[in-house]
Structures are given as C-alpha cells and as structure tokens.
C-alpha cells in the first residue's frame, strides 16, 4: 500500500473509532442487510436472533443462473420448465420471509450458463458465468423468476414469497463479473449492462404489473477497483457511460469494498464507502435532477480477530465508515456480506460462529462497533 494511503487511513481509523463513543443513537436510522448464504440459512433462529441484534430488516440472497439452470430448460419463461433447480434459491427466500423474523429481499442475479453464452464459447474458460448471455435466454430466466417469486406462485401448497427488489449484475465493472470489458481497445460493458438492465426491467415490469405490485431494478453494484489494473473498470468512468447510454434502472448499485481489504486514498475514478457524499455526487453529475437511490449491495472488510495486519482498530473503522454511510438519506439499504464467521470465510461476519466472542475469546471488534452504533432493537 502507499505511504498516503496508511497515512490516511490511520486519520481515518482513530476519527471513526473515536467517534464509536460519541456518536448518537439516531445512527440506528439506517436500514441494514446482510447477504443470506447457505450458513445463514442452516442456523435458523439463531442466524435471525443476530441478525435482529444488528438491525438487520433486509437480506440479499444471490442467485447464480447457472446453478438454477445447468441445462438448457424447456419452456424457460415458465419457472416450472423442466431443467430448473430452484431448490436452493426458493429454501433462502423462504428463509428471509419466514413469518417469525420477516424481512424484505433483494436478489442478486447473474452467472451465464454455458448453454446461454452469447459467444457460444468461443472465448473459451467453461464454467465462467460473466460472460456475456444471448438476449433472449436472458429474458427468459428473468420472466421466470420474476414468476416464481411473484408472491402468486404456489410450491407444494404454499406460495412462495413476493421479492420486489432485483440487482443486475453485480460487478459489472470487473472481468471477474461481466465480459468482455472492452472490444477493440474500447470500454463495451457498460452498454452490454444497458441490455442485462433492459431485458430484466422489462420482464420484471410484465410480472410485477400482472401480480399487482411495483417492482425496483437496481444496477449492478459496481466495485473498487485496483488502480493498477488493466482489466477492470473503476465506477466513476463506469457509471458514466452507463448514464451516456441511457440505461433503464431505479437505483445505482455500489459495491465498493476495497480490494486490499482497507480502503486507500479516493483516486480519481474509483469510489468508497468513507466518502458516501462523493458517490451521491458523481451519480447526481451523471443523472442531474434525479435523486437517484444508492443501494450499497455488498460490502465486507476483515472483521476480527486480528489478522494480516489489520488491527482492531482498522477493522472497527470499516465498520465505522459502513454504517455513517447509510445513514445519508440517498443510501436506501447497507448490506454487509456476511452475518456470522464460518469455517470458510473465519473473519468476514459480523459476529462470530460462537455467538458473542471469536476464536480467541475476546469480544469481536465489528460486533461491537455496530452494537455501539446500532443499539440493538428492544425486547
């Protein structure tokens, strides 16, 4: 990392940290999610209870197209075609809107099957789901799933939840989340999102129109990027060619969690969670007069115990900065990626897989900066 980037982060930490102290209880006034994996899922009550302890009233649960549709399926606008597998997707929807711990969803969509690929795999690497799908296999999963989690489809006797809130694409502006970047030396992903958004808006809109309801399509988030990188798009480029080529969506998706784990100096084209007005304001530069919604889809930092390097103090001044962000009244939802640690991801949550303390005992740093900062609800 840069000398100025540790430099400035050291400011940043001890201002946040110091601020943990002092700042009021109106910080509960955010609206907080976290992302629902298959750990969140398995533990039940106890997932809800911390989830509750932290104020979460949103959960984003991902849906990979590829794992819903391996093959190719027959009547694909039909969430009953053959070659489906909602299995996973429907137990996590279900698990958000249980009627003991209800709360909103916003699913996250991407993942291009093989079968789909708008480069029949000439690109090669099988199994990569950024690539680029055709059009209309796009179209045709959006309309079932829209369908299937319409509030009006029934499984087994019961209807499925209503989810009301879509992400397209999240990381559109990484090679590891939509390819290709560039054609010919020029930056393309922006306008293949335009058709990912377009496809989607119009699928979700027929649903939501039939079923009674409005439904919101939310870009997708768009990352931080290594400035070094030759690959990768930074948001502030990325998102302006987006607005230029007049993409239909509700809401900007961030997702702004920095690569290194810590986030540096605000370089020219990228954008971070510390800085919040500065997002607001480059999506306000981009679509004057609007008052566009940001949705900050994602965001993680190492949060405890200790580790490569990153101290106490560095992992609460993530947590810090998170949690100030959603409170400006144009971040509609904050979700944090993980609720609790896990054997595979043992410092991403927010509490650990022991209920109130990490592996080596001590009280987990980010469980008590959000606890400080969000008292947990009464009762």
């Not at 948001?235 to 900007?252: H, N």
Request: hydrophobic residues 45%; aromatic residues 8%.
């Amino acid at each position: 990392m840069y000398p100025e980037a540790v430099c400035r982060l050291g400011v940043l930490a001890l201002a946040l940290i110091a601020a943990v102290a002092a700042w009021p209880a109106a910080a509960s006034a955010g609206v907080y999610g976290i992302a629902l994996d298959d750990a969140f899922s398995a533990s039940g009550t106890a997932a809800w209870t911390d989830a509750r302890q932290l104020s979460a009233t949103w959960v984003r649960v991902d849906v990979r197209w590829s794992s819903v549709a391996p093959t190719a399926p027959t009547s694909a606008r039909l969430p009953s075609g053959r070659g489906y597998d909602w299995g996973a997707v429907d137990a996590k929807v279900r698990a958000a809107a249980d009627p003991a711990h209800p709360a909103s969803v916003l699913i996250s969509v991407w993942g291009t099957p093989d079968w789909a690929r708008q480069d029949g795999g000439a690109g090669g690497e099988p199994g990569n789901g950024a690539f680029l799908p055709k059009r209309a296999h796009w179209r045709n999963f959006m309309a079932a799933l829209a369908t299937r989690y319409s509030g009006a489809y029934v499984v087994n006797g019961t209807a499925l939840p209503r989810v009301t809130v879509y992400e397209i694409w999240p990381n559109p502006n990484l090679q590891s989340g939509l390819r290709p970047q560039r054609l010919a030396g020029r930056l393309a992903a922006p306008a293949l999102l335009k058709g990912l958004l377009a496809g989607a808006s119009v699928e979700v809109a027929a649903v939501a129109a039939a079923n009674g309801f409005t439904a919101t399509i939310v870009s997708g988030g768009v990352a931080r990027t290594d400035p070094t990188s030759t690959t990768d798009t930074q948001p502030v480029p990325f998102l302006r060619a987006l607005a230029r080529a007049k993409a239909s969506l509700d809401a900007v998706g961030l997702r702004l969690s920095p690569p290194s784990g810590v986030e540096g100096p605000s370089e020219g084209g990228n954008l971070g969670v510390s800085d919040v007005n500065g997002a607001v304001a480059t999506v306000d530069t981009y679509w004057p007069g609007q008052a566009r919604a940001l949705w900050l889809t994602g965001y993680g930092a190492p949060s405890g115990p200790a580790e490569a390097g990153r101290s106490d103090a560095t992992q609460q001044a993530a947590v810090a900065a998170f949690l100030a962000a959603t409170q400006n009244p144009r971040v509609a939802v904050g979700v944090w990626d993980a609720l609790q640690d896990t054997d595979g991801a043992p410092y991403a949550g927010l509490r650990a897989k022991a209920p109130t303390a990490n592996q080596t005992g001590a009280a987990k740093p980010s469980q008590t900066t959000w606890t400080t900062l969000v008292p947990p609800p009464p009762g």
